[in-house]
């Protein structure tokens, strides 16, 4: 009889365990979560102000090249480093050591939160479409709206991370619902006539070249695939490993998708020089109602919302997540690494959400809108990304993690080009956007310090003093050219 007890007692907790492990479906609801939020919504709008339907056409060619190859990358990683958990902070670490893995953490941490502050923007953006008080998102009314669902999801998360994003599956087949309606019914009122008009933008100056057109949709279509990473993130509570990898690659087939199908049946019912004349925040909305009356331009504002919700959610997890994981590594402090009784990051959430109040508050003062404030969060998430194709690529090159023998050519041209995509993003965020981010990146040499602090470690090798300082050079001329209005806060 001890022996059966034992075996009962030993096997109780791991039962426990495996319960609170995700599957397969909610891997895919987390990714496709992440990704679809409220840029689809804005995307007829957002992809017209810069560019005319040629550059469009390129600008998601070069997308879908980079982040499939990004998303194959995350898939190849989860299985031949199935010992690094938390995917974009854990690879930068492990190819580029501790503080290039600390900054993929901080960069990555930012961008969910930035991003959360956006969504909560856009959610109260979108009712100010129908209770004038909450105007763009960014009056008083607004942020005390936002503040009561932000603490409202928090609440939810600490109940636990499976139980949230069970949820997240709900939201997650809610919001395509009216990403299908659309679709079918633009496809039915697209007319060839409209789509060709000025094809290539040469009668519009204002555009640019082909070349200013195709960079000007860059940031747009990186904040519609920010997600992507999504199951890698939570790759320590997946039931199976393998399931990563398919959840990854499955997402991002469904977002390219809609995203492309959106994009571009918009500007066969309405210009490009009509699309740039709507609101930034729902245009989706208005292209459906020019088709299908008001009731149409209701449907897909209720759909924005429900997204949004759903994408607020899964980010309040992925948010919470890296801090957690980082300080379980010891690359951050050990303060983040505590879980409640429910398995959730409970003080990296508490950490988290505040900032995202604190934000909140600020955009009432500063102004900000929805497409500032993702503009930021899609740069801060670059960091990460390059790193993640560079130490795919590093591994192809070296053949750690190969068998002797086995064929690396294909991992070495996926890795290649997801490492150029994230350098050319870099390169097409333009000069602004990089300094405001080198301001907020900053002060996370501060925590980098304390941490080392912490464990009794070294503070910096040579070529990481290199880095913090001109990091810290970086975030002098954004703060010197910000105080002078050369560059604009928010």
């Not at 992925?318 to 379980?328: G, L």
């Not at 900032?355 to 500063?366: D, E, R, W």
Request: glycine share 10%; charged share 10%; with cysteine.
């Amino acid at each position: 009889m001890a022996s059966v007890t034992m075996g009962v007692t030993a096997k109780a907790p791991l039962a426990q365990a495996r319960s609170r492990r995700l599957g397969l479906t909610a891997l895919i609801a987390l990714v496709v979560g992440s990704m679809i939020g409220g840029g689809v919504f804005s995307l007829p709008q957002n992809m017209a102000k810069g560019a005319a339907p040629a550059a469009i056409l390129i600008g998601w060619l070069i997308t879908g090249i980079g982040m499939l190859a990004l998303a194959l990358v995350y898939q190849r990683l989860s299985t031949r480093k199935p010992e690094l958990d938390s995917g974009p902070y854990a690879y930068a670490r492990a190819g580029f050591g501790d503080f290039v893995g600390f900054n993929s953490a901080w960069g990555y941490w930012l961008s969910a939160w930035i991003g959360n502050v956006s969504y909560a923007v856009l959610i109260f953006g979108t009712l100010g479409h129908f209770f004038p008080m909450f105007g763009s998102g960014n009056t008083l009314p607004a942020i005390i709206g936002a503040s009561v669902a932000l603490w409202l999801i928090h609440a939810l998360v600490l109940l636990g991370v499976r139980q949230a994003a069970l949820a997240n599956v709900v939201f997650t087949i809610a919001k395509l619902v009216p990403i299908v309606l659309f679709v079918a019914l633009v496809l039915l009122a697209f007319r060839i006539d409209t789509f060709s008009l000025d094809f290539w933008g040469s009668g519009t100056p204002s555009l640019g070249s082909i070349a200013e057109q195709v960079k000007s949709t860059m940031l747009v279509t990186l904040w519609v695939f920010i997600g992507i990473e999504g199951a890698s993130v939570v790759s320590a509570r997946a039931a199976k490993r393998e399931d990563i990898g398919r959840a990854t690659i499955a997402g991002f087939g469904l977002a390219l998708s809609a995203y492309v199908l959106v994009s571009l049946l918009a500007l066969g019912v309405m210009t490009q020089s009509e699309l740039v004349g709507l609101p930034d925040t729902a245009s989706m909305a208005d292209v459906l109602g020019s088709i299908a009356g008001p009731w149409g331009d209701l449907f897909i504002r209720v759909g924005l919302l429900v997204s949004v919700a759903g994408a607020f959610l899964s980010w309040t997890l992925f948010a919470a997540e890296i801090p957690f994981v980082a300080a379980r590594d010891g690359d951050m402090p050990a303060f983040f690494s505590k879980e409640n009784a429910n398995g959730s990051p409970a003080n990296a959430l508490w950490v988290t959400n505040l900032l995202v109040q604190a934000f909140l508050i600020l955009t009432y003062f500063s102004e900000s809108t929805y497409t500032a404030l993702f503009y930021i969060a899609s740069v801060a998430i670059l960091v990460p990304y390059v790193f993640s194709g560079a130490y795919a690529l590093k591994l192809a090159l070296t053949g750690e993690a190969y068998r002797p023998g086995e064929n690396r050519g294909r991992d070495l041209l996926i890795g290649a080009v997801a490492t150029i995509y994230g350098i050319w993003l870099v390169y097409a965020a333009g000069l602004s956007y990089l300094l405001m981010c080198a301001l907020l990146y900053a002060p996370g040499i501060v925590i980098f310090a304390w941490t080392r602090r912490e464990r009794g470690e070294r503070m910096f090798g040579p070529v990481d003093a290199l880095l913090a300082l001109g990091l810290v050079v970086a975030a002098g001329i954004a703060a010197w050219m910000m105080w002078t209005g050369a560059i604009s806060p928010l």
